[in-house]
């Protein structure tokens, strides 16, 4: 083992070739973030060649220390820490942002050592509590958790919930750092390098908060290692830096944020190459991970009992929700559940009765709740619900743009959806989350219309790949199905049908309701309609929309408690645009809603049974 003098020495050495990786990376693509890299080389260096315990050979080994760059932008770092380490090799960098090169401007787990995508600032540390919280309290395993912020990100609300998360539940093996390099894009930072104010509001959120000179190696070693060694809360470094540290006239100025260093490329590489002591430096040592975090499969998630309910019979499919999640919780330990203080309105309540430590309150942060959920489910350590009322989604909706980047495997369940709600008003009504979640890649969007279905629904969720997005109603809709009926992603039901069907009509959970009550009424003037349950919104069954369609003689209606742009309507539309001879009429929310019963609002905003009936009639007009 080399004496601690030259291991210092190594690891400054490794700081500057990692600064010099990042200069010609960047300087080869014509584009990046050099001197927002170099600002934080010997926080890399010390990370990953003297503190963090990992497999070099399996970066993503469940016993590994983990590590977020928040800092998306400073990719190039990061992975050039990678292939010093040994991952690959150096002559790859090269290749940053090419099309063909999964090195890219900001990271993705496209790359095996990545476990989720940064570069929308402010994420990256409700993800590592997330990972943080999944290793101290479900693997119950030594493997930490590092975090590093830039200083300008740290300004971001999802910070501070993240920051207020981890302080609550003490998440000691939890390091995050922040890279106060004082400059931001356009301006410098707020706080520039006022340090002490970063502490105080550090040690306010319950941190062992650490100042500490980010550019010292032997600082830096200090202060990880008495990270380490605080039990009772989280640790913040908060590094102070510069922005392009060692690179003359570009250090601590304005105006190079994500420039490459073009003409000045070699003067820089030339001045730090001659602050080596030993430019052919390579890590002499990465300590091992403790091979102690648990065997964990995730497949094969099922209700512990099946559905149990009797036709006709009414109840509220977020009720169902909760008895899903608590079932299949008790078949497999490895199901959890995230709120956002609304555990008694979503249902999700029914994990405490199962197991009160697969549950997580996020109290009312829903962008750090999503941020946590996928946390919590990274390397497939678990299968996490996360719940609340569907409207508060649409803040959290940039946690989950990323999350498809991220290749998340996260369940999202969503209540008190549309103006069903009644008299809460507008601001707690969802109107634009089927819209929403089926703009993602890849997202699956249940939309379940009774007990039986939304418990299949939950079955089926845990067992699918990506995001998942379940819309539950809070009012009481009767039951459909038979406890026995099996469901499919993809596959609608038809619900009632005949010989003689005039018009299709496809709708959804409390507008499924009011469509069977629309086709009695139909039915007693010799009108017969056909109805169609979707099941999932996304991906929607088209070819029994198209069959359906064409057998009622092109005439189609829409019902959702919804507004009228990305829902159920623009589906189904999407579904006949290549068909002739179709109509599509869509009944939608078609204006900002306000406080009433709800059989009112369904009434006074035109999806109630009595206007499906008369657009029924309209239609067959035509």
């Avoid at 510069?242 to 304005?254: A, Q, R, S, V």
């Amino acid at each position: 083992m080399p004496s601690a003098q030259e291991q210092q020495t190594e690891l400054q050495d490794l700081a500057h070739k990692l600064r010099i990786h990042s200069v010609n990376m960047t300087t080869a693509s014509k584009s990046g973030h050099p001197t927002s890299c170099s600002s934080m080389a010997e926080i890399m260096s010390v990370l990953f060649y003297r503190v963090m315990k990992y497999s070099v050979a399996e970066p993503k080994h469940p016993s590994n220390d983990r590590f977020i760059l928040s800092k998306g932008h400073a990719a190039p770092i990061l992975y050039a820490a990678w292939a010093e380490a040994g991952l690959f090799p150096a002559s790859d960098l090269m290749n940053l942002r090419k099309i063909d090169s999964d090195l890219e401007g900001h990271p993705t787990p496209r790359l095996n050592f990545i476990d989720v995508a940064t570069g929308s600032l402010g994420q990256g540390l409700s993800v590592a509590c997330g990972m943080a919280y999944a290793g101290k309290h479900f693997d119950k395993a030594s493997y930490r958790t590092y975090c590093l912020m830039g200083d300008g990100e740290s300004m971001e609300g999802n910070i501070w919930e993240a920051l207020n998360f981890a302080g609550f539940y003490k998440l000691n093996n939890l390091c995050a750092i922040i890279d106060v390099n004082r400059l931001g894009q356009s301006d410098p930072a707020p706080l520039q390098h006022d340090m002490e104010t970063y502490k105080k509001r550090l040690e306010s959120f319950g941190f062992h908060a650490i100042v500490v000179d980010g550019h010292d190696i032997l600082e830096l070693c200090k202060a990880f290692d008495e990270a380490e060694s605080v039990l009772d809360k989280p640790t913040c470094l908060i590094a102070k830096t510069f922005k392009g540290k060692y690179f003359p006239d570009i250090e601590n100025l304005m105006n190079w944020h994500g420039k490459a260093l073009g003409d000045k490329t070699a003067s820089v590489v030339e001045h730090v190459e001659a602050l080596m002591k030993n430019p052919a430096v390579k890590p002499s040592f990465i300590a091992p991970p403790t091979m102690d975090a648990p065997d964990v499969n995730i497949s094969g998630v099922a209700l512990s009992d099946p559905p149990a309910y009797n036709l006709g019979d009414k109840l509220a499919t977020r009720q169902a929700y909760g008895t899903a999640l608590a079932k299949i919780a008790k078949n497999n330990p490895n199901v959890v559940a995230l709120d956002g203080d609304m555990k008694n309105s979503t249902f999700s309540q029914e994990m405490l009765k199962v197991d009160k430590n697969r549950y997580i309150e996020c109290f009312i942060c829903e962008q750090n709740m999503l941020g946590v959920g996928i946390g919590v489910a990274c390397r497939d350590r678990s299968v996490a619900f996360a719940s609340t009322f569907a409207a508060f989604l649409t803040r959290g909706f940039d946690n989950l743009r990323m999350g498809v980047i991220s290749q998340t495997n996260l369940n999202v369940v969503g209540s008190h959806c549309g103006v069903s709600i009644g008299e809460d008003g507008p601001s707690q009504m969802a109107l634009e989350d089927i819209a929403m979640f089926r703009s993602l890649p890849g997202c699956t969007v249940f939309y379940p219309s009774d007990a039986v279905s939304t418990e299949r629904a939950i079955e089926l969720a845990a067992n699918t790949r990506g995001i998942c997005f379940v819309r539950v109603s809070r009012p009481a809709t009767p039951v459909i199905y038979s406890n026995q009926e099996q469901f499919t992603v993809g596959k609608a039901k038809i619900v009632r049908k005949s010989d003689s069907d005039q018009v299709l009509v496809v709708a959804a959970g409390i507008t499924l309701a009011e469509t069977m009550k629309a086709a009695d009424m139909l039915a007693a003037k010799g009108i017969n309609i056909r109805v169609m349950d979707p099941f999932t919104i996304k991906p929607l069954d088209i070819t029994a929309v198209q069959d359906n369609a064409a057998a009622c003689g092109g005439r189609v209606i829409t019902v959702e408690d919804h507004y009228p742009e990305g829902g159920i309507g623009d589906a189904v539309l999407d579904a006949v645009s290549s068909y002739r001879n179709m109509i599509v009429r869509k009944l939608a929310v078609n204006a900002v809603p306000r406080s009433g019963p709800p059989a009112e609002l369904l009434e006074m905003f035109g999806i109630s049974a009595n206007n499906i009936v008369k657009a029924v009639n309209d239609v067959i007009k035509l």
